[in-house]
């Protein structure tokens, strides 16, 4: 076996491995729209179905500072799939007042894949309140298709600190924000570690 051949077997090994396993993350303040202190933390889990089938659940809470006040009321990810057609769609949200964004753009971060929001849109769909407050939690399925869906995992929607991007609005000073993410300390580091030595769509 070619050394190349043994690299290649060794991060299908990675990737696969990590299939299973939830990636934990939290806010990144220095990547951040305004810098206002809004903060959360989440979770998500990536489930092969089978063909060219997965299932992402995401789980987030706002854990922003009532002085700092405000509301969640969005997220917005990519897929990082060597499917130039992969998309996801929202199954279900424990708040209905959360929609699927499809296509979505998030300012000078750029466009994503997918995401929900209130009213359907990242940027300012719906009424701030409607979103969530300082400590609640809500929960978020999507349904992926991919032509590579079997070797998606987790970290393949966060593979980079420009995966994944949270909206605020409704500030105390009236003000919004967008946050990105960085993956907790100890999460997913082993599937990191197999995405970052293989080509993936970037947008």
Known sequence: MTRQTLSIFTIAFLSG????????FNSDSFNSSEATGSAYTGSMDYIYDGGNNGTLSISLTNMTDPVIGGFLTGFVFNIDSI?????ASLLTASDADFLDTEIESAGSFG??????????????GGTPSFGMGDGISESFVFSIVASDASLLS??????????????????TNGGSDMVGTIPSPGTGALALLGLACMTRRRR
């Open 17 to 24: 491995s990590a299939i299973a396993a939830p990636v934990n």
């Open 83 to 87: 499917d130039n057609g992969a998309f």
């Open 154 to 171: 987790s970290s393949s929607f966060m593979s980079s600190t420009n995966d994944f991007y949270v909206r605020f609005r409704g500030l």
């Open 111 to 124: 466009s994503f894949d997918a995401g929900a929001a209130l009213g359907a849109d990242f940027n300012g």
